[in-house]
């Protein structure tokens, strides 16, 4: 992530995001043979142990942090994880790839836990500074602001402006878009509103007592990541003296776009995530430094 107060725009570069110039020629090309986000599409799954998260919530909560949950937890371990794998945070955009400007974390909300209440989403920003604290209280707005909205947010609003019109008409704005889009053009106002552009899309599937899904990521826009994590389950096994014990386990799948970064460069930044997920307390304080991608 580049440093605004640093950095100078050049030609090539987007509103969101500056180009990578310094990459390997065949790590430029694959955004030519992968031309679509469909075409370069991992899954991965994988099973974390929070019987002593569980614990370390609980207490967050009773010191006031009302509804701290796995889903703050796993946002601030993603936007930690940022902080030391910037390359995480990059998108291709127009066959090329860009490392992005900020921290965007969408998700869909429910306005009501109720089948026929309308959805709506929420872009939220953070800083790779920010600690899981900082991760609870603006999420904790969003989602609140969502929920106390009768009306509608800006991305509604453009949607119900559209599929007012005919449908040719829509077909080309959204081919304008398409346009707009491939060569870095798109209004800063409509990047803002789009929830198809984004650091990361995360759905908490556990809220709704269901395993996680393996959720596609879009085609339209530059999401290079869609987490999804499920409700918590039970499992009996034996500890390192051979006795039985209960632990309790989430499960986590992750589409990911892999043109960004390779496979070790993953794996990595994953075991990071893990790795603050099973010690929470390190989100507490700000990352000891800030890793900056490459140019």
Known sequence: MADNSTYVRRIGDRSDGRR????APVFKFMPFIMRQRSDACNA????????????????KRAAGYRG???L????????????????????VSGQRIYSRFGIQVVMSVKREMDTGASDAS???????????????????????AIKANDGSNDMENIAAALTSLPRFMQKFIVRALYILDYFGIMPAGLLEASPFHGSMIITDMGSLGIPPIYHHIYNFGNLPVFL?????????????TGHLVERRYVDLCAVLDER??????YATAFKYIKYFIRNP???ELPPDEVREDVF
């Open 281 to 283: 307390q390190l989100l």
């Open 44 to 59: 991965f799954t994988d099973s974390l142990e929070v019987t002593e998260v569980d614990a370390w919530l609980r207490e």
């Open 228 to 240: 999804s994590f499920g409700a918590r389950r039970r499992a009996i096994e034996p500890d390192r």
């Open 122 to 144: 929420i872009k939220v920003h953070f800083e790779p500074t920010d600690t899981i604290n900082d991760v609870y209280r603006k999420m904790n707005e969003a989602i609140d």
């Open 20 to 23: 990578l110039r310094s990459l």
């Open 68 to 70: 701290m949950g796995l």
């Open 260 to 265: 960004i970064c390779d496979g070790f460069y």
């Open 72 to 91: 703050h937890l796993f946002i601030a371990a993603y936007v930690r994880t940022l902080a030391y794998c910037p390359g995480l945070n990059r998108f």
